[in-house]
């Protein structure tokens, strides 16, 4: 169609103008660290320019664009190397919740912080004893006159460090004789900057710190800062998850295209694509791939749908996961050895290959996404988690 056309030279032409070469390529998963000032100064322009709440409605700040532009925004992000955003948390899970299930004074009171980047978001779900179980979360809150009081502990809270505020899972009443676990919990907006919380940062193995523990000691928000009602956390909670699965998806896999060209490229240069294995092992990653994308945009297209969540998922975190051992044979003895230039192209390989073994766990472990289409798709019998 012409318009969409036109609205993809209108996106192509703005990011030409405004990516530079210091942010094209910085930051993303496992590299949060990288050029994070310059990167938040981008993101606020973008979101000057209209263009973070493309997928919001327009009655609250967005552009109410339709997926097939939600779709083309993303391709064209990531085909520019654009940098990673510094409010994809805000944008594309609290804003999208707090519009479908928050309150009028919720909604006037953060989405024009989210929406210009002013304040930006972490996610309070995981905790030491819960990772991807998160209706054995332990962290309390109670009520203290017209504050929420908390106390417990997340962990691998990505951006901690950097946020505003959290959304946080917390029990606010015990689970009721025969009901299921997750009763009871509530879905919390706390903020960060108060003397009740503590950030710790967790040493990766790629040497940077993007992951966080994070303590509630005595933290308090405001009573009525709790989407939906108490105890019905669970259900808002499982909102945010599928808000986080959605058009954005696409520009991921674009730029896990751009990440095999490249290794492809340097299969040629260093001689690896001679070894037929290789060359069997990356026409294989292409075919995944392009199923994947494939699979990703009949999901999109159509009504939501049990699992879908869940499939592509276990198709992204594998892909990704291969590629990074895939890039450690074609690179041989280079991979292994110790770099001194953690710029160069070596690097960015093995910072791929290390961050990428934790595909397969972070935002619903691999385990957890197959118990999910086991039960609840295939119906086979509740596993024991006793």
């Not at 993303?28 to 606020?44: D, H, I, K, N, Q």
């Not at 944008?91 to 006037?108: D, F, H, K, N, S």
Request: some cysteine.
């Amino acid at each position: 169609m012409e318009d969409d056309r036109e609205f993809r030279r209108e996106i192509r032409d703005w990011l030409a103008a405004n990516v530079t070469d210091e942010l094209r390529g910085a930051g993303g998963a496992g590299r949060e660290s990288e050029a994070f000032a310059s990167r938040l100064e981008f993101t606020r322009r973008l979101a000057a320019a209209g263009w973070s709440t493309l997928a919001w409605p327009v009655e609250h700040g967005g552009r109410g664009a339709s997926l097939r532009r939600q779709v083309i925004f993303h391709e064209e992000y990531a085909r520019a190397g654009a940098p990673g955003r510094v409010d994809h948390i805000g944008v594309t899970m609290v804003g999208p919740t707090l519009i479908q299930l928050g309150t009028e004074r919720q909604r006037a009171r953060f989405l024009p912080g989210i929406a210009a980047a002013t304040e930006l978001w972490c996610q309070g779900y995981s905790e030491p004893g819960a990772g991807s179980d998160l209706a054995a979360v332990t962290t309390r809150a109670e009520l203290d006159g017209d504050h929420w009081v908390l106390t417990g502990q997340k962990v691998w809270t990505s951006l901690a460090h950097v946020a505003d505020w959290c959304f946080v899972l917390a029990r606010t009443a015990p689970v009721p004789a025969g009901a299921a676990r997750h009763a009871g919990l509530s879905y919390l907006l706390v903020p960060m900057r108060q003397s009740g919380v503590t950030v710790r940062p967790i040493r990766q193995l790629t040497g940077d710190s993007e992951f966080n523990e994070v303590f509630f000691d005595g933290a308090r928000t405001e009573r009525d800062l709790v989407v939906g009602e108490p105890g019905q956390g669970w259900r808002v909670a499982m909102a945010t998850l599928g808000f986080e699965r959605g058009a954005a998806t696409v520009g991921q896999q674009v730029g896990f295209q751009r990440d095999l060209d490249d290794l492809v490229a340097l299969a040629r240069r260093t001689g690896a694509a001679a070894d037929p294995v290789v060359r069997e092992r990356l026409t294989r990653a292409w075919l995944d791939l392009t199923v994947l994308r494939a699979h990703t945009l009949r999901l999109l297209s159509g009504p939501p749908s049990v699992g879908s969540a869940s499939v592509i998922k276990l198709l992204w975190s594998r892909w990704r996961q291969g590629l990074g051992e895939l890039a450690m044979t074609v690179l041989g003895p280079a991979g292994v050895a110790c770099a001194g230039d953690r710029d160069g192209e070596v690097d960015r390989w093995r910072r791929l290959f290390l961050f990428s073994r934790a595909d397969t766990i972070y935002g619903g472990s691999t385990e957890i996404q197959r118990g999910i289409l086991a039960e609840r798709v295939l119906g086979l019998p509740r596993q024991d988690r006793r």
